[in-house]
């Protein structure tokens, strides 16, 4: 059987997964990035930022484990930080500064914080030890033939991006490419993967050709970053094992932990808050922090540094995207970003890119794509199969973590100081404790700790809601009129017990 040539437009960390992956299956692999390479000195990792954090977890983990790359999880999780929990800043009604931990999971487990242009190093060392992958940076996707399965490059110099990573492409092609340009290049494929971002090129291309439902939407919330330094004695300004936040309601401060010991800081709020505090920097900021963000400035951020920062870092949007299907017949398919952009609020974008490449590639190999015995034909129509079906199961979990994305900013943001979702919580995390056999287990806990569809998550936690309600009205209705002793007698509990388990099916 004829070796399969791959090509993988992205070098990002799900590109990068990509690329391992298909080498891993004896794929000739070339990879094309339009970025020059981040591991050069002289390169600066997203291009207008020192560092970008992450959140890990159990998802992006298990695809990188499922790659059996020899020493590849290892080194990524040893640039990791364990963040055990939420930690709630605020300021109590007698004007009292507090701290209140939420632990994110009732056994323990934890999310881990990465930094962005770590983990692209690691995957990026890994590939390039594989005799099959070839790696292409300052190489543009211009065009593509999805039917002839031609794809089009400019080659550029090491040209300065003004772009953001979680925003690419806002500049004009005469802004992004200050060098002139080069002439194009062709180059052949048999299977092109895109893992080329929000604003992917893959998927422009491939609009030509495939029926592709797309929707887009800019949420009323724009982004800026802050940074937290070390203390004068190099250790962690706050406590390091935590995601911090500052909830206001409406918006919301962030800090996550790096690991020279500063901490990567966002504001999201409304694009009016930004217009207002923009009208008179020097003063509104400043009283902006103090009354929303008590104990961020000038306690962690020095006034000065805070305007600094926040009038010469980007105001970024927000964007959400989805799109069907993920494929153009055997030719040509997108991940990640590409394929379903979301945001930042539930620490999934990441995970959900390098978790497509995991159930891509499983479904590659349940549909005999990398059987030795395979034709070239028979090769080609296994490989449109498997894409359907990628697309017929990965589409609903996409759009479901979109969804719960965007529902999670308000958990973040509001809810989290709700004596509803403090009693919430104890209540599943109490049920899942003293009543394990009915696999009950909140939905951040199945997100983050688990690889359950994210639509079968969407569907149970559904459930657990409507269950909670009801055993809740139910009790106090039986309580109130019954009384605790006839509830007993009459066998309440067990039929209780008997409506729960009918209920969660």
């Known amino acids: 059987m004829r070796q399969q040539k791959v090509v993988v437009v992205g070098a990002g960390p799900v590109g990068a997964l990509a690329a391992l992956y298909a080498a891993q299956r004896g794929d000739d692999v070339h990879v094309y990035e339009l970025r020059a390479d981040l591991r050069d000195p002289s390169t600066t990792p997203l291009n207008f930022t020192k560092s ?148 992917s090129a893959v998927r422009y291309h491939m609009m030509k050709y495939a029926r592709v439902n797309y929707q887009q939407e800019y949420i009323d919330t724009l982004w800026c970053e802050f940074h937290i330094p070390p203390t004068s004695d190099q250790s962690f300004a706050i406590a390091p094992n935590y995601l911090h936040i500052w909830p206001a309601g409406s918006f919301m401060f962030i800090a996550i932990p790096s690991l020279d010991r500063s901490f990567t800081c966002t504001l999201f709020a409304p694009a009016q808050h930004f217009a207002e505090i923009e009208e008179n920097v020097e003063q509104r900021l400043p009283k902006f922090f103090h009354q929303y963000f008590p104990g961020v400035a000038p306690d962690l951020i020095a006034t000065e540094d805070l305007q600094t920062q926040f009038q010469s870092n980007p105001h970024l949007p927000l964007i959400s995207i989805k799109c069907r299907p993920y494929h153009y017949n055997s030719s040509v398919v997108i991940v990640g970003d590409a394929a379903h952009a979301m945001v930042p609020f539930y620490g999934q974008g990441m995970n959900a890119g390098l978790e497509d490449v995991r159930v891509l590639f499983d479904i590659l190999d349940a549909h005999g794509v990398y059987f030795s015995d395979s034709s070239n034909t028979s090769r080609e129509l296994q490989r449109e199969a498997a894409l359907d079906a990628y697309t017929t199961q990965r589409a609903p979990d996409a759009a479901a973590i979109n969804d719960l994305a965007l529902k999670n900013y308000e958990e973040m943001r509001s809810s989290v100081r709700s004596p509803f979702y403090k009693v919430r919580k104890w209540l599943e995390e109490s049920v899942t404790i003293w009543v394990p056999w009915l696999g009950w287990r909140t939905q951040y806990t199945r997100v983050s700790f688990e690889n359950q569809r994210y639509s079968e998550v969407e569907r149970d936690v559904g459930r657990q809601g409507l269950v909670l309600i009801g055993v809740l009205a139910v009790s106090v209705l039986g309580f109130s009129r019954l009384g605790v002793i006839g509830l007993e007698r009459r066998g309440f509990g067990k039929s209780l017990v008997r409506w729960v388990r009918r209920a969660m099916g």
């Open 52 to 199: 970008i954090n992450l959140a890990l977890s159990e998802r992006g983990i298990n695809s990188m484990r499922n790659a059996h790359c020899e020493g590849l999880l290892e080194d990524v999780l040893e640039e990791t930080i364990p963040m055990h929990a939420r930690m709630i800043h605020g300021r109590q009604s007698n004007s009292q500064i507090f701290e209140e931990a939420q632990q994110y999971d009732v056994h323990g487990r934890y999310i881990k914080a990465v930094d962005r242009a770590n983990l692209n190093k690691r995957l990026l060392d890994a590939l390039e030890q594989l005799p099959n992958v070839t790696l292409h940076f300052d190489h543009r996707l211009t065009g593509a033939d999805c039917n002839k399965k031609l794809a089009w490059f400019e080659q550029s110099n090491h040209s300065k991006r003004i772009d953001h990573a979680q925003n690419p492409t806002q500049e004009s092609i005469t802004k992004v490419y200050q060098q002139q340009r080069s002439s194009e290049i062709e180059v052949s494929f048999d299977f092109l993967v895109g893992a080329d971002g929000a604003h």
